[in-house]
């Protein structure tokens, strides 16, 4: 039986491990949101970089690129790559990917999605909201051993555009770091 990963943060334009399937789709009632601290890959643990998590909103929706794996040694391959990778996500949780063209019946139930929550005591980089200039100071300003903050997000802009699901939340911060970024170059 095949193994599917949602992506909706870098695994959209970066997955890392083999796949034999990708779709694009969405997963209901959750939010992306710029609410994890990253320690590890976008920042350090003296100045966190912000990754994305997904926030449960009823009646939102989150678009990314879901992966399928089929064959068993890629799937062992592909968990054990993830387990490090998504370390500071503290809950795996599995929802039903929808599409444009099935947007009532689910295009593959049971999809492995990463999560970061808001539990200090599992999560301690958990960062939760700010105000946007803050967000876009600190993204503009972080950067770790995987490169700037900035980077991850304006990749992640991208990526959403190539797949037509450009996401209000990211666009707006996208757009905050940049006028962040004349500001400090106009100084």
Not at 66 to 91: C, G, H, M, N
Not at 136 to 162: R, T, V
Request: net charge negative; aromatic share 12%.
């Amino acid at each position: 039986m095949a193994m599917w990963v949602f992506g909706y943060g870098s695994l959209v334009w970066n997955p890392g491990f083999a796949h034999d399937a990708r779709l694009v789709g969405f997963v209901r009632d959750y939010r992306r949101v710029f609410y994890q601290g990253s320690t590890d890959h976008r920042g350090t643990p003296e100045f966190p970089g912000r990754t994305v998590t997904l926030e449960h909103r009823p009646g939102a929706t989150c678009w990314g690129v879901a992966y399928r794996i089929s064959r068993e040694q890629d799937k062992q391959t592909a968990l054990e790559y993830l387990e490090v990778r998504e370390k500071q996500y503290d809950e795996k949780i599995y929802l039903d990917l929808y599409t444009d063209s099935s947007p009532k019946t689910p295009a593959v139930q049971n999809v492995m999605v990463y999560l970061a929550t808001t539990n200090k005591e599992t999560n301690e980089n958990y960062l939760g909201a700010a105000p946007l200039e803050e967000m876009a100071k600190q993204i503009y300003l972080a950067e770790g051993p995987a490169g700037p903050n900035k980077e991850y997000l304006f990749k992640l802009e991208d990526a959403l555009s190539k797949i037509g699901a450009a996401d209000p939340h990211v666009q707006e911060l996208a757009n905050a770091v940049r006028k962040y970024s004349d500001t400090m170059l106009s100084c």
